[in-house]
Nanobody, 122 residues
Framework: QVQLVESGGGLVQAGGSLRLSCVAS????????MGWFRQTPGKEREFVAA????????YYADLVKSRFTISRDNAANTVYLQMNSLKPEDTALYYC???????????????WGQGTQVTVSS
């Protein structure tokens, strides 16, 4: 069973930055696409960013493009989400996921972490 553990969430003021990390167990990480999703109460889980297994291709939701950057270190089984210029509307529980296929669809991912909370104050 693959396990994903997120970290790096916290409370920041608008305009601040956070770097989220997700560490995965198992060798399958190196041949799997990785994604970040977020969810707030009363809303569906929404796509944030994704990166191909090799790191050669990245994808972003329109609302975070130019502010967030996804990257991965396959030697460390870790995917990152650098979040800059944070806004109150970025407040959510952020999940990392491992899988493949349609990058912006939650059902394409087989494994999920427990999430890390990001709260942005105004």
């Amino acid at each position: 069973q693959v396990q994903l553990v997120e970290s790096g969430g916290g409370l920041v003021q608008a305009g601040g930055s956070l770097r989220l990390s997700c560490v995965a167990s198992g060798r399958s990480f190196r041949t799997s696409d990785m994604g970040w999703f977020r969810q707030t109460p009363g809303k569906e889980r929404e796509f944030v960013a994704a990166i191909s297994w090799s790191g050669g291709r990245t994808y972003y939701a329109d609302l975070v493009k130019s502010r967030f950057t996804i990257s991965r270190d396959n030697a460390a089984n870790t995917v990152y989400l650098q979040m800059n210029s944070l806004k109150p509307e970025d407040t959510a529980l952020y999940y990392c996921a491992q899988g493949g296929g349609r990058y912006d669809y939650a059902g394409s991912y087989n494994y999920w972490g427990q999430g890390t909370q990001v709260t942005v104050s105004s």
